[in-house]
């Protein structure tokens, strides 16, 4: 089994359930990983917020390496395309700038967006 969480929301409370629910499908042993795409690209500036409730999950998600990457074209328009890279994350662009769905789907992933 294999899923991939696109987040497009930029909402903290909703990206810290997908975090909770990404680190308990990997604690079951189930593939998982999650993508930013659109507003959810700007959740990065949370990434480094000890303050933030998502600080602590978003910490143990990038030690599982759960994340795949964040949109380059939604990063660069949201004007956070330069903390992504500080993050490391992978930018995905395989679709006109922005992560390829079908990627997912051809290789046997559940796609499940948020």
Do not use: R, W
């Amino acid at each position: 089994m294999k899923k991939v969480l696109f987040v497009f929301k930029k909402e903290p409370m909703c990206f810290l359930h997908v975090l909770l629910n990404a680190l308990e499908l990997k604690e079951k042993d189930i593939e998982v990983g999650i993508i930013l795409e659109g507003e959810a690209t700007t959740l990065v500036k949370e990434f480094g917020n000890q303050q933030s409730p998502i600080f602590q999950f978003y910490q143990q998600a990038q030690s599982q390496n759960l994340f795949y990457g964040a949109c380059q074209a939604c990063s660069q328009k949201m004007g956070v395309l330069e903390e992504v890279k500080a993050l490391g994350l992978t930018l995905l662009a395989e679709l006109k700038g922005h992560p390829s769905m079908f990627k997912y789907f051809n290789q046997g992933y559940d796609v499940i967006v948020f």
